[in-house]
């Protein structure tokens, strides 16, 4: 059946290694014969910076196992935007033509909704030319936003990540009998789901953050003010969290744009956090202080959630399937079944349907008063952040994959 190639893109992850793991396992026990590997995502293919997976996975017999828990990617990302189809650019042609150097019928990419994007594009050129090679997506984004799959790869363990900071914020927060407000910024521009992940820090053992903000409704800092002084005078240390996104009546951000966009021209945003730091400190004059999450979210293998990892080891394997069985323009994506117990289904939708489309948190999952979450939220989140995988440690800190 010809060879197969794989790349990743985008912001890294927990599970996005998992899912590259998931794609040498369903590959070498398929048709196909050798499994390439690109470095630095398309550009790798246009660079011709290729390597042979199936070689490296066959020279170590444990390279698998430890790819599925180790961080980040192992091939690397790249942040660059295909030029459209219509354009008749150049670059079309050369990747073509390294398909055909390395007998491609079919390439996968694991990513977000950009990476969506790139498979889409590469699937129209491909019915243009009434190429065999098939294209699939592997879905992956700690934001969850890409349409239609019921959840994706590497978001599971960023909540467990950000549910686990905001009770040992809460803890840290609490020990002070003076007045108090700390505000914990997560990733999430135009979705609000890490954010919500926040609350799965209310629990028997924890209090949970005092209010939660999404971008998905307004944001009113008079009525943010208000929220604050009123439980100032219920207790003490207060804990928010806020996504870096949220946005007032009109649309526009709470913090303030750098000016800049990035390659797919999203806006680089300054810090919701600070930006409501000063506010609360001028307004209430109690002690304040923000907390940016960051990257620490993206990444954090040593609290990961073995679900995630499991669904994401899947997905890369039902990708392969799907594309031996012929399907070509499509992700894989996940079908929930029920909550509890918790049981999913594995299938495709076509990459039209999911490419430069956001998925946001549904309104009716966000409490009237736009500062809380619904049970219907906790109730989607909980499974997702469930059991925790068995790693391997030297001199006390994780063992992972290098390339």
Known sequence: MGNIIVAQSGGPTVAINASLAGVIEGAISSKYD???????GILGIKDDNIIDLGEIANSDPNFLKKLKITPAM??????????????????????????????????????????????????????????????????????????????????????KYIATTTMEVIYDAKIYNSPSVTIIEVMGRDAGWLTAATALARNENCVGPDLIYLPEVPFNTEIFVNDLSRLLKEKTNIVVAVSEGIRDASGEYISASTGTLDNFGHAQLSGAGKTLEYLVKERLGVKVRSIEVNVLQRAAAHISSLTDIKESVALGKNGVKYAEAGVTGAMVIVKRVSNAPYAVEYDYAKIHDIANEAKEVPKEWINESHNWVTTEMLEYLQPLVLGEPKLEYNAGLPVYVTR
């Not at 050798?34 to 630095?40: A, E, H, R």
């Not at 065999?132 to 909540?159: C, Q, Y």
Request: a negative charge.
């Open 74 to 159: 192992y091939l690397g990302s790249c942040r660059f935007k295909l030029p459209s189809v219509e354009s008749n650019d150049p670059i079309y042609n050369t990747l073509f033509n390294q398909f055909e150097k390395y007998n491609i019928d079919a390439f996968f990419y694991i990513g977000g909704n950009d990476s969506m994007d790139t498979v889409d594009k590469l699937s129209a050129y491909a019915r243009q030319k009434e190429s065999h090679i098939r294209f699939i997506g592997i879905p992956k984004t700690i934001d969850n936003d890409l349409m239609v799959t019921d959840h994706t790869p590497g978001f599971g363990s960023a909540a």
């Open 34 to 40: 050798k499994i390439y590997g690109s470095i630095n």
